[in-house]
């Protein structure tokens, strides 16, 4: 699509952040025009006009810059955009000619549903947005739908199983991988420590080597030694080391 847009030419070459500043402040967008046999040239242009022309005929429009200097045939080679607003603040134009072929990059439109997501709980992933494409300006189309109507599970589509349009060529690799339905990955959730220290503990037996018998309270008490019964070896020796007592004087 061609969008004649009509624009002024500034006269500094590099301009100040001030003239800048001011440009953006009437919501003017300050812009440069280069490429082809003629010097860069710096001019200004209506932002609400700018993006207009863009949403009617897309990031690869074909613009007619008119200005007191003469007619830009040109097209967006690089948009900057405020980081909070994401409005533009800067546009480079790239002069090109109708009967010669540009690269370009053409936006990925998905359509469609694939069963494998929707009936079998995969997810759909994205490897590739755009296309690289070279094509006379005039035969630029604006996407390149990708239909996933009947992907399933482990199905992809690859760049040459895509649709283009007659006269254009794909630069990008024929098996470079556009979208993909795979599994969903189930995280594996960890049973909380304390529960599995106490399983340890309840399942660990009472040691067959403890002596006594409990209270009514369950506290272990020591039974007292039975009469006749041979002393424990550390009183045999407290035993031997008291001196006897004697009688007598």
């Known amino acids: 699509m061609e969008i004649t847009l009509n624009v002024e030419v500034r006269a500094e070459k590099k301009g100040t952040k001030k003239a800048l500043s ?3 402040a009437q919501s003017r967008i300050p812009a440069v025009v280069y490429g082809g046999e003629k010097g860069p040239v710096s001019i200004a242009l209506s932002e609400k006009e700018f993006v207009d022309a863009r949403k009617k005929g897309g ?3 074909i613009l007619h810059l008119k200005h007191a200097g003469g007619v830009e045939t040109v097209v967006v080679k690089d948009l900057q955009r405020h980081p909070v607003t994401d409005r533009p603040v800067h546009a480079d134009f790239q002069r090109i000619s109708l009967t010669q072929k540009i690269e370009v990059r053409v936006p990925l439109v998905v359509v469609g549903e694939a ?3 929707k ?3 995969g997810m759909l992933a994205h490897d590739l947005r755009e296309l690289r494409l ?3 300006p005039t035969a630029i189309p604006q996407k390149i739908e990708v239909d996933i109507s009947h992907l399933g599970l482990h199905q992809s589509l690859s760049v040459g199983d895509l649709k283009v349009p007659a006269g254009v060529d794909v630069l990008d690799a024929a098996d470079h991988v556009v979208v993909r ?3 969903a990955k189930v995280e594996e959730v960890a049973a909380p420590a304390a529960a599995v220290e106490g399983a340890a503990v309840a399942a660990e037996p009472e ?3 403890t002596k006594g018998k409990k209270d009514e309270e369950g506290k272990l008490v020591k039974e007292a030694p039975k009469a006749g019964a041979a002393p424990a070896a550390g009183a045999k020796d407290a035993a031997k080391k008291e001196p006897a007592k004697k009688e007598g004087k």
């Open 22 to 24: 001011s440009l953006r």
């Open 59 to 61: 990031a690869n429009a």
């Open 115 to 117: 069963p494998g997501v």
């Open 119 to 121: 009936d079998f709980g």
């Open 134 to 136: 070279k094509a006379l």
């Open 181 to 183: 339905v795979s599994v």
């Open 207 to 209: 040691s067959s080597n």
